[in-house]
Nanobody, 121 residues
Framework: HVQLVESGGDSAQTGGSLRLSCVVS????????LAWFRQVPGKEREGISV???????RYADAVEGRFTISKDSAENMLYLQMNSLKPEDTAMYYC????????????????WGQGTQVTVS
């Protein structure tokens, strides 16, 4: 069973930066697909970046070139560096883990954190 705990959500100005963190336990950062999703009220959860088991990285078009996903295997951490923030990036951000598929669809992930709020104005 994988547990995920996000942190780092905050308020930011347009054009600013934030870094989200996700603690991944137990020690499985290198054995599972890890991803970041986001959700605004009334809309479906949107996959924005995934880090596959083989190291392949994908981004949604909406964040390509602005967001960077990374991990620290020694610390069992997943990160999302968010630069050039826009008001439309305002959402609850979730860390997710999956053991089979490594895409950007919500259905591919089995484990979820509780979310961390990002507000851009």
């Amino acid at each position: 069973h994988v547990q995920l705990v996000e942190s780092g959500g905050d308020s930011a100005q347009t054009g600013g930066s934030l870094r989200l963190s996700c603690v991944v336990s137990p020690d499985s950062v290198n054995d599972i697909c890890l991803a970041w999703f986001r959700q605004v009220p009334g809309k479906e959860r949107e996959g924005i970046s995934v880090l596959a088991i083989d190291g392949t990285i994908r981004y949604a078009d909406a964040v390509e070139g602005r967001f960077t996903i990374s991990k620290d295997s020694a610390e069992n951490m997943l990160y999302l560096q968010m630069n050039s923030l826009k008001p439309e990036d305002t959402a609850m951000y979730y860390c997710a883990a999956g053991i089979m598929w490594c895409g950007l669809a919500q259905s591919e992930y089995d484990y979820w954190g509780q979310g961390t709020q990002v507000t851009v104005s």
